[in-house]
């Protein structure tokens, strides 16, 4: 932080773990960062780069707030797309992991 009164690295570091228990995804997650002034160094150190793991995060936030029904038509399906890429998660994943089959 500018003043100094607090380590960039601790807060990058407690921020990504909050914003990712409370269900946001990378890009959000890297734009708020970058928003409060911690550089591209650091939040690569603590907002972790794998996939998998975001995917397995991507389709709990969905559970969470969908349950196990899928989508009843297209626009149900769009809602919660938007939602979803709202959070902070990559349009192509979101697709991957609910595609539209009526």
């Given at each position: 932080?500018?003043?100094?009164?607090?380590?960039?690295?601790r807060f990058a570091e407690?921020?990504?773990?909050?914003?990712?228990?409370?269900?946001?995804?990378?890009?959000?997650?890297?734009?708020?960062?970058?928003?409060?002034?911690?550089?591209?160094?650091?939040?690569?150190?603590?907002?972790?780069?794998?996939?998998?793991?975001?995917?397995?995060?991507l389709a709990e936030v969905h559970r969470r707030r969908?349950?196990?029904?899928?989508?009843?038509?297209?626009?149900?399906?769009?809602?919660?797309?938007?939602?979803?890429?709202?959070?902070?998660?990559?349009?192509?994943?979101?697709?991957?992991?609910?595609?539209?089959?009526?």
């Amino acid at each position: 932080m500018a003043a100094g009164l607090q380590s960039d690295a601790r807060f990058a570091e407690a921020y990504v773990e909050q914003r990712a228990a409370a269900g946001y995804g990378p890009l959000r997650i890297r734009a708020e960062l970058r928003e409060r002034g911690i550089g591209g160094d650091l939040i690569g150190r603590f907002l972790p780069d794998d996939p998998d793991l975001w995917q397995e995060r991507l389709a709990e936030v969905h559970r969470r707030r969908y349950g196990g029904s899928p989508p009843t038509d297209r626009r149900e399906w769009g809602r919660r797309v938007r939602f979803l890429e709202r959070r902070g998660f990559p349009p192509a994943w979101i697709r991957k992991m609910a595609p539209f089959d009526p």
